[in-house]
């Protein structure tokens, strides 16, 4: 099992939300709206590390659990849905998951994403 965090331009969410929800097997996700900030650079590439970091912007953190077999789509769909060209568009990460228990029915392991 594997945990998808993504963090992306708030307003590009609805565009993965509703890319995400044509992929088959996608079961759901969470949204955090966050603020936080990064490297960014200028309209010429240029890398501002450091520069205006007490700025915070606004942006959607996404968490996906999902079946080792749907990473790669997930993260494709993620990918191109949040792509604007530019500086900034966000980052993913993947992370194993351990376990999950699905309180309801009891239900662990693969079962229960």
Not at 58 to 82: G, N, P, R, W, Y
């Amino acid at each position: 099992m594997k945990k998808i965090k993504a963090y992306i331009k708030s307003h590009k969410l609805s565009d993965v939300t509703l890319a995400l929800h044509k992929v088959e097997g996608f079961k759901g996700m969470s949204v955090t709206e966050v603020k936080g900030f990064g490297r960014h650079c200028d309209d010429e590439g240029h890398d501002h590390a450091g520069e205006g970091a007490s700025e915070f912007e606004s942006i959607s953190k996404i968490e996906i659990f999902c079946l080792d077999s749907q990473i790669e789509v997930l993260l494709e769909t993620i990918e191109k849905a949040a792509h604007t060209g530019l500086c900034g568009d966000g980052k993913i990460y993947v992370l194993n998951v351990e376990q999950a228990i699905r309180i309801s029915t009891g239900q662990r392991g693969e079962e229960a994403v």
